[in-house]
């Protein structure tokens, strides 16, 4: 597989034009360096060097001493130079390894690289468009390329290597990876072979694969296809070939059975990379957890299905065990992260959930008050039991008063009562519920057992 | 008194400017109207910059007046057409960049402003800085100021024939294998190239980019060196650009050559076609040096013969490489008409591309292409490799390296044309310089059937004040100093 991730730099990799936000007008984010005037010179982007240097540490890579770019010579209306600048011969990093599931997977090589522009070609397809426009927008912003061994041996295994390469990025704080906004692009190289043999089949190249679920349909389809494809005697040919996710099928895209001569040769412009040792056992030390180990420590106490969700997301780990460190209980606080948070990304300080949970756990709050006041403490700032005396939704525990509630009730729902009384057990709903709706700060336990015995 | 103003050094004008006897805007006046009357034979020029004359002289006055006066205040300098200079056309001498004003200015350049030099226009040069004689010009052939009929040398064929005309004070070029101190030579200048690194690249339009360094042209070598020592330095837009020490501007009572050890490489000595009046003016200035208190010591670079196959693997290769930019996309000339981008690439650039550059993209692309990269490209960096060794070798057993700048003197218009070979001959006895980043500098060294001669002088590496106390002694002691050319 081949992955392409966007470290997280405030400048492009050889200029100091600000990485475009999506969207971006085009050609607002160019300057004469990454428009390729004549006369510009690159000069390498140090943050882009760090980032790609802690991936290839995280990933468990070796970082040669000696590093340098290279031109890959190719001419492309997209690539302003004539060449992009890339590592050939001696990339950042190389020889790692990284554990899914139960299966090691090699890393080949991680190195660090340019993107191209984009066109933009007016008309349906590309032969037929009478116009095509360029955004550099792109250009130049830098891309470290993740490399990795023909070790993957499935659609759910290449699924799960992606996701976990993202968890990782994003724990060690080297690059959002977000496949939506293009931080990450995939390309997995697909071959099939006999049962019996060691050795791989031709493969082919997938492209424009937007997100892990059409990763994975990718996959299935390509395997699909060339098994059809040798098993109705064909042979498979090497080449790259899109995915359409409108369609749900790849189609062929570029024949690779002559190779293109890239004509690469060593950057004249950039000296060679001298990656001092120093720097690489600093970076090495303040490497955080990475999440293999910290998911391996949340096993210790919570089930698979909450570390799961939590493991998979540096900030939500950390809200997690801040706000456990803090006093909140284990196992309803790793439930809230996953029902009330992950599916918002509303992150409150620790120690204002911690605070929250504590809230909740004593019966001193109802659940649907403590959403409100959740959302509340994110939006605002303040905490939780500031926010609950200030609107009163402190539970009402007290039993005298919980039963001039109950009485009422029973008296306003005369039919549900009488339903109750012979047997219709469900008729405590709309008694509750009445009562919900008068009381929102009822404890509902004690309000429950107080119907229950003045109904008895 | 006009033509006295333009045959002033800039230590002279500078007091002149000082004292108030002369004004820029007067000494600016002067170097136009030689250039009026100079320029239609000699064609130094592409194009001139009045707005920016008018403006940077009337700036200097005013410093001057104030007393705040930079070290170049009001003086007149020419730029090689390969130095972004922001809205001026600059087009490399190519005809596909016919149009083309960078936005930015070249830092060598904008350092120089800062320091107040005043430009007159942009000088003419074989197109890419490809070639030893102007003539490869995407636009006309300059013409060398001491004879009509032959060759300023090149590729900075314009900077040299305009400072030796009296059409510049100072002017600025580029050097890949040459292109500085071979047309110094020819035209009887001082011309300057220094160890790579030393001047920022930033805004030089690439030919070869590990050897292209700039540098400049002056009639004197104090005036070369205070030119150098202004442009040079670390900036932050050059990641092959250092501050190195090794620039020492050396002050009017030092540099002698007393106790210093020169080095004459037999290889450069006997090189093949060397002509015997070039041969006897190096024997004299030799005779100079040796007077003057120097030991002449014998050196050898021994992989010499190689040098030149490897600058012409090298160069190419990095060249068509650099050229590719040239598409018609974005600037510069476009065959918009093309059926398909493929068609549109080829037309333009055979239409916007010379000869010459187009023989050695082709070159170039060839020696990188898979199959040829290990024999070519590969072999040609090991070769150069050697080179440096030689070099290194060679500066144990002395402290500079002297010779022929060129085996020749000014060839005649067209001579040579034919025959690219004998063109790239040219470059043999400074190419090892390039290939191995070292400061050379040549100097005015006589004449041959009154044909200037250059005395190239090589140092180590980040050793241009060793080169410049050599050049420098060997000028007084000569008393042979830039003339002048009267042209017509
Ligand atoms: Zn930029």
Same mark, same amino acid.
């Given at each position: ?13 050889? %200029?100091? %034009? ?16 990454? +428009? ?11 943050? !882009? ?7 290839? +540490? ?31 011969? +001696? ?15 090699r890393i080949r090589r991680v190195h660090l690289e340019e993107d191209t522009g984009k066109l933009v070609h007016a008309g349906d397809k590309l032969h037929k468009a009478w116009e095509s426009y360029v955004d550099l927008n792109r250009a130049g912003v830098p891309l470290m390329e993740i490399v990795s061994e023909p070790d993957l041996r499935s659609a759910d295994e290449a699924r799960d290597y992606a996701t976990e390469l993202r968890t990782l990025l994003r724990a060690i704080g080297a690059s959002e990876a977000e496949m939506e906004k293009g931080q990450m692009r995939v390309e997995p190289n697909i071959s099939i072979r006999r049962a019996a043999s060691d050795e791989l089949g031709v493969k082919t190249e997938l492209k424009n694969i937007n997100s892990f679920r059409a990763l994975h349909r990718a996959i299935l389809f390509e395997v699909e296809r060339q098994t059809q494809v ?61 999440? /293999?180990?910290?998911?391996?420590? #949340? ?47 509303? +992150? ?36 939780? !039991? ?7 939704? !402190? ?6 008063? #919980?039963?001039?509630?109950?009485? !009422? ?48 | ?23 820029? &805007? ?19 020029? =592409? ?58 200015? &070249? ?12 430009? #007159?226009?942009?000088?003419? %040069? ?21 004879? =009509? ?132 003016? =190096? ?35 990095? %060249? ?165 050319? /009267?042209?017509?």
């Amino acid at each position: 597989m081949e992955v392409h991730v966007q470290p997280k730099t405030r400048t492009k990799m050889f %200029c100091g %034009c600000a990485v475009a936000p999506l969207n971006a007008p085009p050609n607002t984010y160019v300057c004469e360096i990454c +428009l390729g005037l004549p006369g510009t010179l690159p000069v390498a982007n140090k943050a !882009a060097v760090e980032a790609c240097l802690k991936t290839a +540490l995280a990933l468990n890579c070796e970082i040669p001493r000696h590093t340098k770019f290279d031109r890959k010579n190719y001419m492309y209306p997209d690539l302003p130079k004539g060449y992009q600048i890339s590592q050939y011969d +001696l990339p950042m990093s190389v020889s790692g390894h990284v554990e899914v599931a139960t299966r090691k997977v090699r890393i080949r090589r991680v190195h660090l690289e340019e993107d191209t522009g984009k066109l933009v070609h007016a008309g349906d397809k590309l032969h037929k468009a009478w116009e095509s426009y360029v955004d550099l927008n792109r250009a130049g912003v830098p891309l470290m390329e993740i490399v990795s061994e023909p070790d993957l041996r499935s659609a759910d295994e290449a699924r799960d290597y992606a996701t976990e390469l993202r968890t990782l990025l994003r724990a060690i704080g080297a690059s959002e990876a977000e496949m939506e906004k293009g931080q990450m692009r995939v390309e997995p190289n697909i071959s099939i072979r006999r049962a019996a043999s060691d050795e791989l089949g031709v493969k082919t190249e997938l492209k424009n694969i937007n997100s892990f679920r059409a990763l994975h349909r990718a996959i299935l389809f390509e395997v699909e296809r060339q098994t059809q494809v040798l098993e109705s005697g064909g042979r498979v040919v090497q080449e790259t070939r899109g995915w359409s996710e409108a369609e749900q099928r790849t189609f062929s895209q570029r024949s690779k059975e002559f190779a293109e001569d890239y004509r690469y040769f060593p950057e004249p412009d950039l000296p060679p990379l001298e990656v001092e040792r120093t720097w690489i056992d600093e970076l090495r030390r303040n490497l955080p957890e990475l999440p /293999s180990v910290r998911r391996a420590r #949340l096993l210790d106490h919570l089930p698979a299905a909450q570390v799961a969700v939590i493991g998979a997301d540096r900030e939500l780990a950390d809200l997690y065990e801040n706000a456990v460190a803090r006093g909140a209980p284990a196992l309803p606080t790793a439930n809230w992260i996953v029902n009330e948070v992950a599916p918002t990304g509303k +992150l409150s300080p620790p120690e204002n959930l911690a605070e929250l949970m504590k809230l909740l756990h004593d019966g001193a709050i109802t659940r649907d008050s403590a959403r409100e006041v959740y959302v509340e403490s994110v939006e605002t700032g303040r905490t939780p !039991a500031e926010i609950v005396a200030e609107h009163g939704y !402190a539970q009402v525990s007290d039993e005298s008063e #919980l039963r001039v509630l109950a009485e !009422a009730v029973i008296d306003a729902n005369p039919k549900a009562a009488a339903d109750y009384r012979n047997g219709k057990k469900q008729a405590m709903q709309a008694l509750m519920a009445d009562l919900r709706k008068r009381a929102p700060h009822a404890n509902p336990k004690v309000a429950n057992e107080l119907l229950l015995k003045l109904l008895a | 008194m006009i033509d006295d103003l333009t045959e002033l050094t800039i230590k002279d004008a500078a007091r002149l400017l000082r004292l108030g006897s002369i004004s820029s &805007a007067e000494l600016v006046t002067a170097h136009v109207e030689r250039i009026e009357r100079l320029d239609p034979h000699v064609k130094a020029y =592409l194009r001139f910059t009045p707005e920016l004359w008018e403006s940077q002289a009337d700036e200097a006055d005013r410093k001057i007046g104030q007393g705040e006066a930079p070290p170049l205040a009001g003086i007149p300098m020419a730029v090689k057409d390969v130095l972004c200079v922001r809205g001026v056309e600059t087009t490399a001498g190519s005809q596909i960049l016919r149009g083309f004003k960078p936005p930015y200015t &070249a830092t060598a350049v904008a350092r120089l402003f800062e320091a107040g030099a005043v430009m #007159l226009g942009v000088t003419n %040069c074989d197109e890419f800085a490809m070639g030893s004689s102007t003539e490869n010009s995407g636009y006309f052939p300059t013409r060398n100021p001491w004879d =009509l009929d032959r060759v300023p040398g090149g590729s900075s064929g314009g900077s040299a024939a305009a400072v030796a005309a009296g059409e510049a004070m100072i002017a600025l070029g580029s050097d890949t294998g040459g292109s500085i101190r071979q047309p110094a030579a020819l035209c009887g200048v001082v011309g300057m190239k220094p160890t790579y690194g030393r001047v920022s690249r930033y805004g030089l339009i690439a030919f070869a980019s590990s050897l292209d360094q700039i540098g400049p042209f002056a009639r004197t070598v104090d005036d070369a060196a205070i030119t150098l020592s202004l442009m040079a330095g670390f900036d932050p837009l050059d990641a092959t650009s250092s501050d190195r020490p090794g620039l020492e501007v050396l002050n009017s009572s030092g540099g002698t050559v007393k106790g210093m050890r020169l080095g004459v490489p037999r290889e450069y000595y006997d090189v093949k076609g060397i002509e015997p009046g070039v041969k006897a003016a =190096l024997d004299a200035a030799l005779f100079i040096l040796r007077n003057a208190g120097a030991e002449i010591v014998d050196v050898s670079l021994p992989h010499t013969d190689y040098g030149l196959a490897a600058y012409y693997i090298i160069a190419p290769a990095e %060249c068509s490489s650099n050229l590719a930019r040239f598409d018609g996309v974005r600037y510069g000339l476009a065959e918009v008409d093309a059926p398909n981008i493929t068609d549109e690439y080829m037309q333009t650039r055979r239409k916007g591309f010379g000869t010459e550059v187009r023989r050695r993209v082709m070159l170039g692309t060839y020696a990188l292409s898979s199959g040829y990269y290990d024999a070519y490209y590969l072999k040609a960096q090991k070769v150069r490799t050697l080179i440096k060794r030689d070099f290194d070798e060679a500066f144990k057993k002395c402290d500079a390296i002297v010779s022929a700048t060129s085996p020749t003197v000014a060839f005649p218009i067209g001579s040579k044309t034919q025959d690219p070979l004998s063109m790239y001959l040219c470059d043999v006895l400074t190419l090892g310089g390039n290939l191995a980043g070292l400061p050379g500098i040549s100097v005015p060294c006589g004449t041959s059937d009154g044909l200037p001669v250059g005395l190239q002088v090589l140092g180590p590496q980040w050793g241009e004040s060793v080169v410049l106390r050599v050049a420098r002694s060997y000028e007084e002691a000569s008393e042979i100093r830039a003339e002048v050319a /009267s042209v017509v």
